[in-house]
């Protein structure tokens, strides 16, 4: 028999972030919603894993938390099994890997760092690599994957697909202190294979 599963993620604080940034109070509420919802739609509550910050019955949504839930889940699924993930919070850009390439939207976890030129990436941030890898094996194990991400950047987190923006929320990548010439003339990564 098909199981439903959902990772619902919302970050609400930013202890790294600057005081004018570093809240998004409804992403805490959303999961709670988003919870309320999946149940009166048949998901048991055993199989509804949530991570936000400032909730009694969550774990925190740090990077290695959210990863590892949803590695978790994926690890469980199935022929005919539904994935439902939910991300609510911040979302921004870091240079693509390649010169020339396209900015890549990233998801902010709650332990977001600040950008590491020598590495090439925002530290503990979610890029859409990290998720379109767990998404294809949840694919590949015959499951199907609902996503929903209320973060700036998000159209193209997992697909790269172009919605309008009707709310223009964001961290912008200068505020992980990723420079601005960084993102506009992306230096190859170090060990890169280009």
Known sequence: RAEMHALLVGVSDYPTL?????????????????R?????????????????DG???ARPPTRANILQALDQIVDQLGQGDTLVVHLA?????????????????????????RWDGGVGSVKNA??????RLRMDRSTGRGAFVWGVFDACHSAALVRGAQTPRFTDRFVSPGELGIPRDAIEHPAPMRGAVI
């Open 89 to 113: 919070g911040h979302g921004s850009q870091e240079p693509g890997d390649r010169p020339g390439e396209s900015p890549s939207p990233i998801f902010l976890p709650a332990d977001i760092g």
């Open 36 to 52: 309320e919802v999946l149940l009166q739609r048949g998901f048991s509550n055993a199989r509804i894993r949530l991570l936000a």
């Open 126 to 131: 979610i890029t859409r690599q990290d998720l």
């Open 55 to 57: 909730l009694a019955d």
């Open 18 to 34: 600057p005081a004018t940034i570093a809240r998004t109070p409804g992403a805490r509420n959303d999961v709670l919603l988003m």
